[in-house]
């Protein structure tokens, strides 16, 4: 039976006193009980530097923005005026 020796600085997660790394997230004495433990379990880098702007340059383009569509109001009207007339011509048939 494992003694649980005490939990991972990282993740919270119980690590028996038999391991030498946290077996939820990976976390061990090299690598400092870091977040980047997480990442080198799973084979992706790192880095701790992230550029907001450069991201949404990438995602979104510098172009202009995308044209809204036009409005449909004038469609719901046309809907709304002709279910008016069939309810009608079917509550006062004539």
């Not at 003694?3 to 690598?31: F, M």
């Not at 990438?58 to 009207?77: H, I, K, L, Y």
Request: proline fraction near 6%.
């Amino acid at each position: 039976m494992n003694q649980t020796e005490g939990y991972c600085p990282n993740c919270g997660s119980e690590i028996p006193s038999d391991h030498r790394a946290c077996p939820e997230c990976g976390s061990c004495e090299e690598t400092g009980w870091s977040e980047r433990a997480q990442y080198e379990s799973i084979g992706v880098d790192y880095d701790d530097s992230f550029d907001y702007d450069s991201f949404v340059k990438e995602e979104f383009g510098d172009g202009p923005q995308r044209q809204a569509r036009p409005s449909m109001q004038w469609v719901w009207r046309i809907v709304a005026f002709v279910l008016i007339v069939l309810f009608l011509k079917w509550y006062f048939p004539i």
